[in-house]
């Protein structure tokens, strides 16, 4: 005989109308994760004799002369150097920040602009302090132009910072093509610096890390209303924008001299670029029950 017990009983009957857990999305990559990140390279990189030697090792050539894209990072005599690299490193952060700022104007996107400008502020900033407190102790005996304190690199800070800073004020249509140009001019900008010999692979990760952990904390702390969702990337985006930044970390870290170091560069370069492709992602939703009505 068939039972008639409501499978329910006991439970409050559920309608239709009744509003579900609220979803709120969240940064794939967190903050904590990034800042533990920033300080695990620096405590290996710097901080110990095996990494000392390794990255000195990769400084062994004839200077920046090897360097495929030296006529364009402003080192040679009488050029220009691209954004931003030497002199036009404070113009770009200005101009930058201004763009963003218009943006938020624009959009009336009070909260995103507010947080964006925070993140390049943070960035920058924090990279100065870090140049004070964190020494770079001579643990090899390494020559008296490997000792200056170079971590983390503040060429790499100024593009990761408003590469993630415009990811925010951009509108979720055209966010994804934003963080494409970012990661682009991100990867580049870090293989140049090495392979130009300004910085380490551990400099131009520590900034990259730096602007990733204030993105995260900036999306967290954003109201839920105004907080960055979930991108639409198309699929063959996501090609074209790993490709490119490939494409611009290896040819911008090349070198004539040692193929090794370009390898080496151009990894560095692109991880750099593919930290912040996976900052702006956002992970699984996180479910918030609604408060009661009545």
């Avoid at 991880?271 to 956002?282: F, I, P, S």
Wanted: proline letters at 8%; glycine letters at 10%.
């Amino acid at each position: 005989m068939l039972s008639t017990q409501n499978p329910d009983h006991g439970q409050a009957p559920r309608t239709a109308a009744e509003p579900g857990p609220a979803r709120t999305t969240r940064p794939r990559v967190s903050a904590p994760l990034c800042l533990l990140g920033f300080l695990a390279v620096y405590a290996v990189a710097v901080c110990t004799p095996f990494g000392q030697r390794a990255e000195n090792a990769l400084f062994g050539g004839y200077g920046a002369k090897p360097a495929w894209i030296y006529g364009w990072s402003g080192a040679a005599y009488g050029s220009s150097a691209m954004p931003p690299l030497e002199q036009t490193a404070m113009p770009t952060l200005f101009v930058g920040v201004v763009a963003i700022a218009a943006v938020a104007l624009v959009r009336r996107c009070w909260w995103q602009g507010c947080a964006a400008i925070g993140v390049v502020v943070a960035t920058v900033g924090t990279k100065e302090v870090a140049k004070m407190i964190l020494p770079r102790p001579d643990l090899v005996g390494a020559r008296v132009s490997l000792v200056e304190a170079s971590f983390p690199s503040g060429h790499v800070a100024i593009p990761a910072g408003l590469a993630l800073g415009a990811a925010l004020v951009a509108s979720p249509r055209v966010r994804p093509y934003v963080v494409t140009a970012g990661m682009l001019w991100l990867a580049v900008t870090a293989g140049a610096v090495q392979a130009t010999y300004h910085h380490r692979p551990s400099d131009v990760l520590g900034s990259a890390l730096l602007a990733c952990a204030y993105y995260g904390l900036a999306a967290r702390l954003l109201p839920s209303a105004h907080a960055p969702g979930a991108m639409q990337r198309p699929r063959a985006l996501r090609v074209v924008a790993l490709v490119l930044a490939a494409a611009g970390a290896f040819v911008a870290g090349a070198r004539d001299d040692s193929v090794t170091q370009s390898l080496v560069f151009g990894a560095a370069a692109f991880l750099c670029a593919a930290l912040c492709w996976a900052t702006t992602a956002t992970g699984p939703a996180r479910r918030t029950r609604p408060a009661p009505v009545g």
